[in-house]
């Protein structure tokens, strides 16, 4: 069974940093393309940032040059590191297959930025 978890989200002030682990069971990450997404509340999940199984990112614009997305096939994590970050950032950021995989969305970790 596929399992996809987050972890890495919290509070932090505007201009900070985080960074997101999606721990995942098996080698999904390295034959997948995959993406991290995130939720605000009243908001439809969106996807936030790229990478395909080759290793080419791409991102939302209001998160280029702020954010990058990687992976460790070898520990089968896939990151996100979160810098400058803004209010409008605030969500909750799941990751999964691109596009997403019903059955692979996880609780999400919940980042919280405060101006």
């Known amino acids: 069974q596929v399992q996809l978890v987050e972890s890495g989200g919290g509070l932090v002030q505007a201009g900070g940093s985080l960074r997101l682990s999606c721990a995942a069971s098996g080698s999904i990450i390295s034959t997948n393309d995959m993406g991290w997404y995130r939720q605000a509340p009243g908001k439809q999940r969106e996807l936030v940032a790229a990478i395909t199984r080759g290793g080419r990112s791409n991102y939302l614009d209001s998160v280029k040059g702020r954010f990058t997305i990687s992976r460790d096939n070898a520990k089968n994590t896939m990151y996100l590191q979160m810098n400058s970050l803004k209010p409008e950032d605030t969500a909750v950021y799941y990751c999964?297959?691109?596009?997403?995989?019903?059955?692979?969305w996880g609780q999400g970790t919940q980042v919280t930025v405060s101006s």
């Open positions: 999964n297959a691109n596009p997403g995989f019903g059955l692979w």
